[in-house]
């Protein structure tokens, strides 16, 4: 008895399905170990000895597990610059959100002269490269007495974050439906209460992504924090690392610097695992207009 065609077709498929879904987990895996091999070596070379973290050419291992390393970037003060970090990114984060769940709220729900038009002249500054504003920005930080501060360094990333903070914003906004808003409105909210009772509770993805986006940006960012910053004791992490990894004679130690890169990863990586389901949402929610 002869197999009909889309038997077989079917045979076919359900036979590539494993070898398909082996080759997926192959390039996925090895993917990741690329990814995660810098993050993994940089790990090890801080738990080697001080002595051993400086041979030429390096080892992958450590001969065995120390922590000198770590007493060593504990000792010159770096619960400071994390402090100092930690203020920046939250200033960072909350001015962000705030701007931007207002600036994309307005974009999305009402109308005015020129919407379209000032919502493009902000896309636009994405295109300006920072580097390029960095004079006038110290110009003007120092006119207001923001400069060398970390509350001035939090405006400038909050500038920087901006643009993007209200594109994702205004379509997180863009992707409710207008009945929520119209339901709260019978209930009699107005449209503030309407934005923080209901709508906040519906884009949460979107607000969460946007948050993420702010805080590792505000934790790594060096450039801004290397110019506007000259006092060391106001130094973010990013700086203080670079300018603590000279030793002795010029060398670098670079176990220390390990040391300490390693403590500024794991915050970002913690923060991220916590929050990666509302992240990808966010990201699809608010790339995509319904």
């Given at each position: ?11 076919r ?10 080759l ?7 993917l990741?170990?690329?990814?995660l ?9 801080s ?12 080892t ?6 120390s ?6 970037i ?6 400071n ?6 203020f920046?990114v ?15 709220y307005g ?6 002269p ?23 920005l ?8 923001l ?7 939090a ?7 901006l643009p ?11 992707s409710?439906p207008?009945?929520l808003e ?12 309407v934005?923080?009772?209901?709508l906040?509770?519906v ?9 993420l ?19 060391s004791?106001q ?7 670079i ?8 060398t ?5 610097i390990q ?8 915050p ?11 992240y990808?949402n ?9």
């Amino acid at each position: 008895m002869a197999i009909p065609m889309k038997v077989q077709s079917k045979h076919r498929l359900q036979a590539k399905a494993p070898v398909t879904r082996a080759l997926y987990y192959i390039v996925c895996t090895v993917l990741a170990l690329i990814f995660l091999f810098p993050i993994g070596w940089s790990i090890l070379a801080s738990l080697k000895p001080a002595s051993e973290s400086m041979q030429s050419p390096a080892t992958f291992l450590p001969s065995h597990i120390s922590f000198e390393n770590y007493t060593s970037i504990l000792n010159t003060g770096i619960v400071n610059y994390l402090l100092n970090s930690g203020f920046v990114v939250i200033v960072t984060v909350v001015l962000t959100l705030v701007l931007s769940i207002l600036g994309g709220y307005g974009f999305s729900r009402f109308k005015f002269p020129g919407k379209d038009i000032i919502f493009m002249v902000i896309l636009a500054t994405m295109m300006i490269p920072f580097q390029s504003i960095l004079t006038p920005l110290f110009l003007l930080l120092h006119s207001l007495g923001l400069q060398n501060t970390l509350l001035g360094l939090a405006l400038v990333y909050t500038t920087f974050q901006l643009p993007f903070a209200i594109f994702m914003m205004r379509n997180s906004f863009d992707s409710v439906p207008k009945e929520l808003e119209e339901a709260g409105y019978i209930d009699g909210c107005t449209s503030v209460s309407v934005l923080y009772r209901v709508l906040i509770h519906v884009i949460f993805p979107g607000v969460v992504t946007v948050a993420l986006f702010a805080i590792f940006a505000a934790w790594n960012e060096f450039l801004a924090a290397l110019i506007f910053m000259t006092d060391s004791d106001q130094y973010t992490m990013p700086v203080y690392l670079i300018s603590a990894q000279s030793g002795q004679y010029g060398t670098v130690d670079w176990g220390a610097i390990q040391a300490g890169m390693t403590i500024t990863i794991l915050p970002c990586i913690i923060v991220f695992l916590l929050l990666q389901r509302y992240y990808i949402n966010g990201l699809i929610a608010g790339a995509i207009k319904s």
